[in-house]
């Protein structure tokens, strides 16, 4: 785990868990976002590396923001900013959106296939993954045509490789043993 990502999960948790309580981890995951692009503008990223004192570094970014941040937004900002860990937002964000699917039941899967898949196909691999992995499904459809024919599907950990590519692959290495 990077440090960068150790950095992150305090203020990630922090704010997950004051949005949960707030009933408002749609509009924090938003604010995160956006605060996060911020921080990876280059004039920013200046600032923010060194080129300005942390109370300068805090308000050009608390500026830039406006009132795309509410004030809880801003607070985890200034906290941030005092800390210099602005630079982290980006992990913070991710964090914060793990953490928000975690709690949805949410997970996204990636589906990759030879053709593009139709409204109908989607739905019925939609419909078997929520079953099979007992949480809503978010599909991410990627045409790839190295795959050959059939589908390769990967969920966090589990990957299903269905595809002509996969199965020639398995017989490759069945045969060189």
Request: aromatic fraction near 6%; charge should be negative; include cysteine.
């Amino acid at each position: 785990m990077s440090e960068l990502t150790t950095i992150a999960r305090p203020y990630a948790k922090a704010a997950f868990e004051f949005a949960v309580e707030a009933k408002a981890v749609e509009s924090w995951l938003e604010m995160l976002v956006f605060a996060a692009e911020v921080s990876k503008n280059d004039t920013i990223t200046g600032y923010l590396s060194g080129n300005a004192s942390v109370e300068q570094a805090k308000e050009i970014f608390l500026g830039v923001c406006g009132e795309q941040l509410n004030e809880q937004g801003q607070n985890l900002v200034k906290v941030m900013a005092e800390n210099e860990r602005l630079l982290v937002l980006p992990q913070v964000a991710e964090q914060f959106a793990a953490l928000k699917a975690e709690f949805d039941k949410e997970v996204t899967v990636d589906v990759s296939s030879a053709v593009e898949l139709s409204a109908d196909q989607q739905s019925n691999i939609s419909a078997a993954l929520e079953k099979r992995l007992a949480r809503k499904v978010k599909l991410n459809c990627v045409v790839d045509a190295s795959i050959v024919s059939g589908l390769i599907i990967k969920a966090d950990d589990m990957v299903i490789d269905g595809s002509i590519r996969g199965k020639l692959d398995r017989l490759a290495t069945t045969m060189q043993s």
